[in-house]
């Protein structure tokens, strides 16, 4: 997949999560992704531990 391809399957992801936001601020940045020359979208992974550390109890 090029470049463009994952700017535009990037936006539609976007425009997917965030389609029944009604925020204006939301409905602006996602009317404007596609005049964007570069964007970079990544991935978020969340880690769940039962503690921060190895120290205390």
Excluded: N
């Excluded at 994952?6 to 992801?13: F, K, S, T, Y």
Aim: glycine share 8%; hydrophobic share 35%; proline share 7%.
């Amino acid at each position: 997949m090029g470049a463009g391809l994952h700017h535009v399957a990037g936006i539609e992801r976007l425009r997917t999560v965030f389609s029944d936001t009604d925020d204006p601020a939301v409905r602006h940045v996602l009317g404007s992704l596609e005049q964007t020359p570069d964007s970079l979208f990544d991935s978020v992974r969340q880690v769940k531990m039962p503690r921060w550390s190895r120290l205390g109890p």
